[in-house]
């Protein structure tokens, strides 16, 4: 049994190793120097001697409870917090109500909101009036992107502040600090020690978490390895919410390498995706409207690949499923690129919405009846396989409309030889119907 708390501690005994090394000053917060280092956004408002009131977002585990603690500390205000999860409308009232009386004894009130974006928008409302008369400094903190989240009204009267996640060198120095108040190293081996680092995922409470997991299961004199390591913790998922961040976030960046024509990227971020859970159809039907969306006829061969893979996936099933998306994505990656059909799409729908419900040509509608003959239906009209090059040249559009160019191909991939078609046909059409 490890010996990482002392019996003369019975109180630290209990309390988690995250709990314990909760930094007593701001500069002692670490992995966020952009908000409180010596330039920091943070630093410059309590040296201005004004702190109006803050949305911090940023990743679990980033330290947005800590810094929210010690600007309460810093400030002189006293210390509220609650969880939007178990906080209805008449706790924050009963809240809001001991702050105004605090107020009135010449203390100010920093209440501090985790998950703040679980709030609905009647209960952000709420905030309003204690903000701007002054009776609390709010201090909400998010997981969420505060744009999508948040009231547009609470946004304006707060400071929205970004944390980062952890790199490896903040992490390095959180499990420093542990070894440095337990008085004791980690039993691991170089190596396991990186690989427990990236086993945090950024996030610092689970950089710690994992260590006193390493110290209760080691045995005395014991050294692990990463082999060791990984079957002693278990390795957690990575960070990624499938219906929010984390999930958007990869799913943009699988796009962009796609569109960028990188595959390795695109594989790499394919294979983040997978290995957190995410539905592999999912990724497929995205890889499918990349192959529309981003190369359509530059190689029509894209579209049949994806649709093809998705049915393999479904035929084969996980893991041997996956591989066949991974051949549609490298696929699509490495096609040429064209945005062409989009772009035409949206003009011809713009037109299609623009101009009404305009009648073709007569001389290109059926006439079935005499008296759609006598009122000229079909008239002129030339059966383009009897003409010379099995072209007439003729005009489709609404004589109201006038012609209208919508697609204008690439010149990459098979789209070049469809805009040499297409100026064929161009030439052909001013040669046959001169104007």
């Not at 600090?177 to 081996?189: F, N, Q, S, Y």
């Not at 692990?224 to 957690?236: H, P, S």
Request: some cysteine; glycine content about 8%.
């Amino acid at each position: 049994m490890s010996d990482l708390f002392s019996a003369s501690e019975p109180d630290l005994r209990s309390r988690p190793l995250a709990d314990r090394l909760r930094p007593d000053r701001l500069a002692d917060v670490v992995g966020q120097d952009h908000l409180v280092g010596p330039g920091g956004t943070i630093t410059r408002m309590l040296e201005s001697g004004s702190l109006g009131s803050l949305i911090l977002w940023g990743p679990p585990g980033s330290g947005k409870t800590t810094v929210a603690r010690l600007l309460a500390r810093e400030t002189s205000l006293v210390f509220e917090q609650a969880s939007a999860i178990f906080t209805g409308v008449a706790d924050l009232k009963k809240l809001f109500e001991t702050a105004r009386m605090r107020r009135q004894t010449g203390k100010g009130t920093l209440l501090f909101i985790d998950e703040i974006h679980r709030f609905n928008r009647a209960q952000q409302d709420s905030f309003l009036p204690v903000m701007e008369d002054g009776t609390i400094t709010l201090i909400g903190a998010t997981t969420e992107n505060p744009s999508f989240e948040l009231n547009a009204a609470l946004l304006s009267r707060s400071h929205v502040l970004v944390f980062k996640s952890h790199d490896e060198a903040s992490i390095g120095q959180l499990l420093a600090r542990a070894e440095e108040v337990t008085g004791k190293p980690l039993p691991l081996d170089e190596e396991a020690r990186g690989v427990l680092i990236r086993m945090a995922d950024g996030d610092g409470r689970s950089a710690l978490t994992l260590a006193e997991d390493v110290w209760r299961a080691a045995r005395p004199d014991e050294l692990f390895d990463a082999k060791t390591l990984q079957e002693v913790v278990q390795r957690r998922a990575p960070v990624y919410d499938k219906a929010q961040d984390g999930h958007y976030n990869l799913i943009s960046a699988l796009h962009k390498s796609v569109r960028g024509s990188d595959p390795d990227a695109a594989l790499y971020y394919f294979c983040r995706m997978i290995d957190a859970g995410e539905d592999p159809l999912y990724v497929i039907r995205r890889v499918i409207r990349m192959s529309v969306e981003d190369v359509g006829l530059a190689d029509p061969q894209a579209l049949s690949v994806c649709v093809a893979a998705q049915a393999a996936y479904e035929m084969l099933g996980s893991p041997e499923g996956e591989l066949a998306i991974a051949e549609a994505v490298v696929y699509v990656a490495t096609a040429p690129k064209s945005n062409a059909i989009e772009v035409a799409y949206i003009k011809a729908m713009r037109a299609a919405k623009q101009n009404g419900s305009l009648l073709p040509p007569k001389h290109i509608l059926n006439a079935p009846t005499k008296l759609m003959k006598g009122e000229g239906y079909g008239t002129g009209y030339r059966y383009d396989h009897d003409e010379p090059d099995a072209f007439s040249g003729q005009d489709y559009f609404p004589e109201k409309l006038g012609r209208q160019t919508f697609y204008d191909p690439v010149e990459r991939g098979f789209e070049r030889e469809l805009r040499k078609r297409l100026d064929y046909w161009s030439r052909l059409r001013r040669e046959r119907n001169p104007r």
